[in-house]
Each structure stands twice: as C-alpha cells, then as structure tokens.
DNA sequence: ACCTGAACACCGTTCAAGT
DNA sequence: ACCTGAACACCGTTCAAGT
C-alpha cells in the first residue's frame, strides 16, 4: 500500500484549459444545468477553490466557453464556404454546416446566445457574433454587388438570413423536427429565402 | 408590541398560483438564473418545503411557467390576427405581435424553447408549440389554397416562416438588434419572406 | 504565481411530525 | 389535504495560509 506516485504537482499547470475541456463536456453530456465548478475541480483533481484563480466566476467560465465556441463556429463556416460554388449551393452549403454545428453543439450554442447581464462581456460576444455573421454578410454583399439579389441593407439581409437559419437550427434542437429531417430540409429553406412564398 | 394580525393562516390557500405568479415577476427582473424555490416560498410566507406539496421539482415549476407562457402566447396571437387583411399585412402583423411578446417575455421564450429531457415534459410542450404554431400554420395554409403562395408542404413553410420570425426575435432579445430597430423592420422580413432574395 | 482548507451563505429535496 | 422544521448533500465565493 505504498503511496501511488504523485502525478500531479502542487502547481497543475494547465488548470484553465483542463477545467474548459471538462466544462465543454459535461455540456456536451449532461447540459449547462449539471456545471459545476467544485464537480470540474474535482475532475480536475485540484481543489474547489482552485477554479477561482483562473475564472473570477462561473460566469466568467461560461463566457470563455461561448467565446471558444464562436471561435470554432467560424472555423467551421470558413471551412465549409466555396466561393466557387453559384449563390444558392453556396448558401445551402452554409446553412447545412451551420445545423450540423448546432446538432452537435446545441447547449453551447444556447449559451453563445444567452443574454449577457453586464456590458463588458457583452461586448466580447458581440465581436464573435460579428465573427460568424460577417462570412454570411460578405457572401450576401458579394451576390447583391453582382446583382444576384436585391438591393436593400445588406445588414439587415444578414441578419433575416442569419435568423432563418438560427431558427431553423432552434427548431430542430429543440426536437420539433428531427435530425435528419431538418439536414434534408436545407435545401428548401434556402430556396424559400431566395425565391420567396409567393408564386413567380 | 403586540402580534401582528396574523394576516396567513396555516393553509396558505392558493400557494400554486401564488409561486407560480412570484416566479413569472423573479423572471422578469432577474432572469431565470435568480429563481428560487426557497426566495419563492420567503416570498409567498411560507416555509422552504411548502412548494414541494404543489411541484415535484424545480423543473416542475419552470414546465408550468413554460406551459402558462404557451397559452399567453397563443393568447397574443390569436387577438392579433386579423382575417380580413391581406396576406402580406396579416403576417406582418402576426410577426410584429410575436416579436412584442417575445421582447416583453425574453426569458420566459428562453424557458418555452428549452430542451425537455424527460418525454412526459417534453409532450406537454410540444402542445403548447402546436397551440402557436397552429394559426400561423392555418394562415399560410388558407394562403396556399388561394394560390396566394406556392404549392409545397405546409408544415414545412410554416417551421421555415416560424423559424424566421423566432431567430429574429432571439437575435433582438440577444442584444444584437435593438427594439425599436427590429419592430420596424418586420415590415421588411416579411417582405423578404414572401418576395424572396432574389430580384424579380 | 498558484493552490489548499476552512468558512459562509446559500441551494433543492426528503420526511417525520404537526394542524 | 396542506404545511413545518430539521436534516442531508450539494452549491459558489472568499480568504488566510501554505508551497
């Protein structure tokens, strides 16, 4: 029964992203109501007060998981925009990433959308909005200039556009349309946007 | 120094109603994170374990208060609507009256729109989804059969226009749109909905 | 600079006991 | 039938003290 050797130091060394990568789990598994600071310390094999030098408070924690979270969305679209492909496949390309994102990171998702109470984060989360909603505007922008959709504030084009799709990905992570069915229903959400409901 | 008038007796009588109309004020003032059973049952005068007699938990609670906010919803709606407008003005209307609510009941729809893990829970609410949906789904529909609007499933328009309406109300209660700034441009949403991106 | 341990003021939930 | 009071097992946050 000698002593396990210690693997950890007094000193963890990398407590701040350790105690993210858990909190990005235990979102992922078990949803934003089951975080817990001391439960994260605990996974983290440091004390309960440990999380307190690295985040001033659980909030400060939830606000670096949705700033990670705008981060890896934007790389997500970047990724998946082809500014080859003609307005509405491009468009219907976006609008499928953005879903699938959302399937796999619903919980996140809500927390990047949460209202932030005090300014200073606000702010930051603003700047990761503008991150993920600024490829949507330069594709817009981009077809409006070549006359493929009509001239109106780009702006506000975006944001209509960007609130279908968020829409559409609520809708589905919310369970009132199953996975699939929503992935496959891409194509007609775009070609709605762009040819509108009424009858040509 | 007398005692005062012992103004509650034992029973308190209608404590339901009671918390339940004390968690819709918290979670209006405060936001959801600040509701409390115990800060409910101080509140209502009433001991810590008192609540426990009307909901089985805390998620109970919230379920009633989502619920209560479907049928307000619905409520809203249905005195907006207007049969005799037009299509274009009617659903501009309804637009406007869901994008009023969900400003004056941000974190209630937060609440309406959560994920329900248990499937008893998650039932109730699909009623209550259907309840709101329901009319916009009865407006497009009568739309459709006046060949006002193209011939595609109905079920499938009404989640598209729906999502559009709530992702703008969620990016205007997200701070992201300002009230005044997201009330006049419902016009142009829906606008957008029927006519589409693309020029004609 | 980073972490611990104890302390404080809260929670939700349960359950015998009271009225 | 409805409510109380005590108990239990959790929280987040703070702060002296340790390494």
Redesign the interface.
């Known amino acids: 029964m000698g002593p396990m050797p210690e693997s950890r130091p007094y000193h963890h060394g990398d407590l701040r992203s350790t105690l993210l990568a858990g909190a990005e789990r235990t979102l992922r598994d078990k949803?934003a109501g089951a975080l817990s600071l001391r439960e994260l310390a605990r996974e983290a094999g440091v004390s309960h007060a440990a999380p307190g030098r690295h985040f001033k408070d659980k909030q400060a924690l939830l606000n670096a998981l949705a700033l990670n979270g705008y981060d890896r969305l934007a790389r997500v679209l970047e990724e998946a925009d082809d500014p080859a492909l003609p307005l509405q496949p491009r468009l219907t390309t976006l609008a499928r990433a953005y879903l699938l994102f959302a399937i796999d990171n619903?919980e996140l998702l809500e927390l990047m959308?949460?209202?932030?109470?005090d300014p200073e984060s606000?702010e930051q989360m603003?700047v990761g909005?503008d991150r993920t909603v600024g490829l949507l505007g330069r594709v817009?922008s981009g077809a409006q200039q070549r006359?493929?959709?009509?001239e109106?504030?780009p702006h506000?084009?975006t944001?209509?556009?960007?609130?279908?799709?968020?829409?559409?990905a609520?809708?589905t992570?919310?369970?009132?349309?199953g996975h699939e069915e929503a992935l496959a229903?891409v194509d007609?959400?775009v070609h709605?946007?762009?040819?509108?409901?009424?009858?040509?």
């Open positions: 949803g619903a959308y949460a209202r932030k109470h606000a603003a909005v817009l006359g493929e959709i009509i109106a504030d506000h084009l944001l209509t556009v960007g609130a279908t799709l968020h829409g559409t609520t809708f992570c919310g369970g009132m349309l229903g007609h959400v709605l946007l762009l040819h509108g409901l009424k009858p040509r």
